[in-house]
């Protein structure tokens, strides 16, 4: 039987005791004054436009790297006492130091304010919020909703007489078909629309006219998207796990769908060879490389963005949700909720350019494996904070966990 460990907290105190990161603050959060302030008022002043900080807000202590021993050390373990149950995916607010947490049992996104420890916002009443975005641009929060197919967008205003909290206020509701389970966002140039994966198709949505403006069929229900500008052009991709069968293909195998969002249609389909349950996908800073996470077995897939040409297949952990990259360092980080939890840390090595994508010395190895905590498959990556953070959903009497890893010098 899988139990869950209870020797973290020792773990994360010694870690807290040398570094000086926060203490956990256990004073109850009560409703700061302007929070009724009428949405005229809301409108009517103007924030300055937003800046990613050189440094972490007040509050914030984030140690040197160099004075760690471990790859990935944790520095910071917070608890959401409030959410139970089933945890999805996650966003980080880089001028606040906020992650967000689906919670999918809870009906709601939890805000996890790492300065207090705190979570100063439950945004109520999302039927299974599946997937949530920050647009640290926009000061908007996306979140795609399970239980009834619809993508919500919030929008940020500040509170009188409360330093850096902000409100989540409702802007839009689209109302799409299915589960809404994924996001993926194309940049500015391209027009920012954002893609949803849902039902058996992708639904492009014009996020400042809360509508839906183009969607394509897919051969199954996508589980996974990713926006990419690859080589090629830019690409939406999809995992699709079990393509719906069909008369000339009554057997079909797992796919990853290639769409071309200019043109709105599927340009490749490549198939998931000895191996069921691709249900994370990701790809690395240039955009030709893209990486696909299975279930059964357990595996890294890494596929060529043009060709869709297999580079390399290596284990990864056993329940995995979630796959992120880093320019900086060229690694690829899994997070999975299989087997007690963990992170596979990948090493990318890539030699001189050939041709047809290939690249002659190119490698991928695991060059650490952290041990996290049961059902830790969710995590969300913010580069240039080097901050790696994972969802631990509730388990017996232990409260559901957010840690905090740093994945290098800052």
């Known amino acids: 039987m899988m139990t869950r460990k209870t020797n973290g907290t020792a773990m994360f105190g010694g870690i807290v005791a040398m570094a000086g990161v926060l203490a956990c603050a256990t004073a109850a959060w009560s409703a700061p004054a302007g929070m009724d302030e009428p949405p005229e008022e809301q409108k009517s002043r103007e924030r300055a436009p937003l800046v990613r900080p050189v440094t972490p807000p007040k509050g914030v202590t984030i140690p040197q790297y160099e004075m760690f021993r471990v790859p990935l050390p944790m520095i910071i373990r917070s608890t959401i006492r409030e959410a139970t149950g089933r945890l999805d995916k996650m966003a980080f607010d880089p001028i606040r130091y906020r992650v967000f947490v689906s919670a999918i049992n809870s009906n709601s996104v939890f805000v996890l304010d790492l300065a207090t420890h705190r979570t100063p916002h439950i945004i109520q009443n999302l039927p299974e919020p599946r997937d949530v975005m920050w647009l ?50 194309e940049p500015a140039e391209r027009g920012g629309r954002l893609w949803v994966a849902h039902a058996m198709m992708l639904s492009a949505v014009d996020l400042k006219e809360g509508k839906r403006v183009a969607r394509v069929a897919l051969p199954g229900r996508p589980d996974g998207v990713v926006f990419v500008e690859t080589p090629a052009g830019p690409r939406v991709f999809a995992n699709v796990p079990r393509p719906e069968p069909t008369e000339d293909r009554p057997e079909q195998r797992p796919m990853v769908v290639a769409v071309d969002p200019v043109k709105g249609e599927i340009v490749e ?18 955009g030709d490389r893209l990486f696909v996470v299975t279930q059964s077995p357990p595996r890294l897939i890494v596929m060529d963005s043009v060709s869709g040409r297999e580079v390399a297949r290596l284990e990864a952990p056993a329940d995995a949700d979630s796959v992120m990259f880093d320019g900086a360092l060229n690694r690829v980080y899994v997070t999975g909720g299989g087997a007690g939890g963990s992170i596979a840390v990948v090493q990318a090595e890539r030699g001189t350019a050939g041709e047809g994508g290939s690249s002659s010395g190119e490698r991928y190895t695991v060059v650490h494996t952290e041990r996290t905590n049961v059902g830790g498959r969710n995590g969300v990556l913010a580069g240039p904070e080097r901050l790696l953070m994972v969802a631990i959903p509730a388990f017996g009497t232990e409260p559901t966990y957010v840690y905090v890893y740093m994945i290098g010098a800052r």
């Open 136 to 185: 640290p641009e926009e000061d908007r929060l996306i979140v795609a909703c399970g239980g009834d197919g619809t993508v919500r967008t919030f929008k940020t205003h500040d509170l009188r007489g409360v330093e850096n909290n902000p409100a989540y206020t409702p802007e839009h509701t689209v109302q799409l078909t299915g589960e809404a389970t994924d996001l993926a966002l």
């Open 269 to 286: 389909r490549w198939v998931v060879s000895e191996a069921a349950g691709n249900t994370a996908i990701g790809a690395n800073a240039t």
